[in-house]
């Protein structure tokens, strides 16, 4: 007797979702991904996939896709706001972790990612938003999206991000996303910018006395090849929704005055600036539990994590991966789902604290303070800094047991 495959439901097609799809049909699962928002290209700033998450990039046969596509990253260089170094982390990353890190801009990743889930035969739908999950006992589970259809698996996997609305039929009264108050803005600008200043392959940072300033090479496009953010701190009764209101010029001359007088090129990749996004920075305090019945979190759904770490989106595709091995070596879903929150929780929870105690650093300092900062970064980093974040790059989620491939040979030869 041969059983059928399962089907998994997947709530969102952002990192974590169609990665979850890929993983699960290469492990003999079905698998629909269902977005909520039409199919489209283009959209977002940069970001940064550690080793971590591209150890499972990688497990996906996208990760030499993705360094083409994107930048290695040497190093990420810290700097005051008047340009003295204060340090240098992250050096040697693929030597040291068995793949780099590499910037990239967050469309070409979605999209390459989403092609590869269409090669690999999962079925995405867009314009297809969750608004009510049914889970009927001894049957399947049920999702309701906005239009009136439905659809029907053995399991839902809930990869909606920071807004989830899986996670409100997992934990009904659970935290909703706050902000933090700091917002980020950022865009991307031409290669010939920082080609002259010496930033090579690093990732240049700068705190500043209030805020924060980033750029780095993240493609071989020379119109758009500099990813750039700067994190500020929202001034009283401002917040992220009071900046799309604003024109590009207006944007434009605030980025300036509030970046007046930092280090160069900050000022001139500000004045070539074109399309600027502002982005909320968003947090929700600690879930209860991550799984209901036939329904499960992953990603920012479970986690949401402030982005000051650089690891939201690795740490999403660390569950992803995390999430097909667990459902490989255990066929009861709920004890699956159980077993995989319990190895998933404590990673999760100390990057996220992590996240937001460097958030505060990017907060408003006095002088005097600001001064103390800079001095401070400047001796621990070359006495702590790996120690601090090489925990976080060298977990290989690909080489934890349970693997999916030896886990699902293991489920097909017993059934
Ligand atoms: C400014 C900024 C910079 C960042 N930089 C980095 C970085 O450098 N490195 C890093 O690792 N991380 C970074 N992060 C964090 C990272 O972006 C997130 O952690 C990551 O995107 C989480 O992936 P996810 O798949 O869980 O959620 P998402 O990528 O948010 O995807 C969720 C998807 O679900 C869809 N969806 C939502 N609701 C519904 C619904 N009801 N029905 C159907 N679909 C739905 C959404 O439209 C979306 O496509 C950054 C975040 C921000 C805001």
Redesign the pocket.
């Known amino acids: 007797m041969t059983r059928r495959s399962r089907k998994a439901l997947i709530?969102?097609?952002?990192?974590?979702?169609p990665i979850a799809a890929i993983l699960l049909r290469k492990a003999g699962f079905e698998a629909q991904v269902?977005?909520?928002?039409p199919y489209s290209t283009g959209i977002g700033?940069g970001?940064?996939?550690?080793p971590n998450?591209m150890h499972v990039l990688a497990a996906a046969g996208l990760a030499d896709k993705m360094i083409r596509r994107g930048s290695v990253a040497e190093a990420f260089e810290f700097y005051s706001q008047s340009g003295n170094r204060l340090g240098c982390i992250n050096e040697n990353m693929e030597q040291r972790f068995g793949q780099p890190a590499v910037n990239m801009r967050?469309a070409t990743l979605n999209e390459t990612i989403v092609n590869q889930a269409w090669c690999e035969n999962v079925e995405l739908f867009f314009d297809?938003?969750?608004?009510r999950i049914e889970d009927r006992a001894d049957q399947g589970v049920v999702a309701h999206f906005a239009d009136g259809s439905s659809a029907e698996g053995d399991l839902l996997i809930g990869?909606?991000?920071?807004?989830?609305?899986v996670r409100t039929h997992v934990v009904p009264d659970g935290p909703k996303p706050f902000d933090i108050g700091l917002i980020?803005l950022?865009g991307f600008v031409p290669r010939s910018l920082i080609e002259y200043s010496g930033t090579g392959q690093c990732v240049r940072t700068t705190f500043g006395r209030s805020g924060f300033f980033g750029f780095g090479f993240c493609n071989s496009d020379p119109q758009d090849g500099v990813m750039w953010?700067s994190t500020q701190p929202a001034p009283a009764g401002v917040d992220a929704a009071t900046f799309p209101g604003m024109t590009r010029d207006a944007l434009k001359r605030h980025l300036l005055g509030f970046h007046a007088g930092w280090h160069d090129p900050i000022p001139q990749i500000l004045e070539a600036a074109e399309d600027i996004g502002v982005?909320a920075?968003l947090d929700v305090a600690r879930l209860p539990r991550w799984s209901r019945g036939r329904t499960v979190l992953?990603?920012?759904?479970a986690h949401?994590?402030s982005?000051h770490a650089?690891?939201?989106?690795?740490?999403?595709l660390e569950d992803a991966y995390r999430l097909t091995c667990a459902l490989c070596a255990e066929h009861e879903i709920g004890t699956a789902f159980q077993n995989f929150e319990r190895e998933r929780r404590p990673r999760a929870e100390r990057i996220v604290a992590l996240a937001r105690r460097n958030g505060n650093q990017k907060r408003e300092f006095s002088r005097a303070g600001a001064w103390a900062r800079d001095r401070m970064l400047k001796l621990m980093i070359p006495l702590t800094a790996r120690r601090r974040m090489d925990w976080m790059y060298a977990y290989n989620p690909c080489t934890v047991t349970p693997r999916p491939e030896t886990s699902a040979q293991r489920y097909r030869q017993a059934a």
Do not use: C, M, N, Y
């Open positions: 709530i969102g097609a952002g990192i974590a979702g269902f977005e909520a928002w700033g970001l940064q996939i550690a998450g967050r297809k938003r969750l608004v990869a909606d991000g920071v807004h989830s609305a980020g950022g953010w982005t920075t992953i990603g920012d759904a949401a994590t982005p650089g690891q939201g989106a690795s740490l999403a």
